[in-house]
């Protein structure tokens, strides 16, 4: 089985940046989708981003424009850049990966997930 680590979470200041990386112990080229939830204090963890095999990216409505998820095969690792952040951006946020996936999957049909990095924005 394939472990997946986040890393790059912090503290930083509303409008400000963050690259989060998702390293797999082994090669992600089985997967075809690798993406990010986020969870909130109080909440239930929702949908960030996903990219899957054939570079396709698809992101929640609250990621477009804002969250970029991209992918590095040799280096088995998937990354979410987050700019222009905002306090309610504040989560634990967890990568997970799927060897399927479609749009209408839900957090219980992903094979593997990591054990989360949590982002933090504030002033």
């Known amino acids: 089985q394939v472990h997946l680590v986040e890393s790059g979470g912090g503290l930083v200041q509303p409008g400000g940046s963050l690259r989060l990386s998702c390293a797999a112990s082994?090669?992600?080229?089985?997967?075809?989708?690798m993406g990010w939830y986020r969870q909130a204090p109080g909440k239930q963890r929702e949908y960030v981003a996903t990219?899957?095999?054939?570079?396709?990216?698809h992101y929640a409505e609250f990621a477009k424009g804002r969250f970029t998820i991209s992918r590095d095969n040799a280096k088995n690792t998937v990354y979410l850049q987050m700019n222009s952040l905002k306090p309610e951006d504040t989560a634990v946020y967890y990568c997970?990966?799927?060897?399927?996936?479609?749009?209408?999957?839900?957090?219980?049909?992903?094979?593997?997930w990591g054990q989360g990095t949590q982002v933090t924005v504030s002033s």
């Open positions: 997970n990966a799927d060897s399927g996936w479609s749009p209408f999957y839900s957090q219980d049909d992903y094979d593997s």
């Open positions: 082994g090669s992600i080229a089985s997967f075809n989708a």
């Open positions: 990219i899957t095999t054939d570079g396709s990216t």
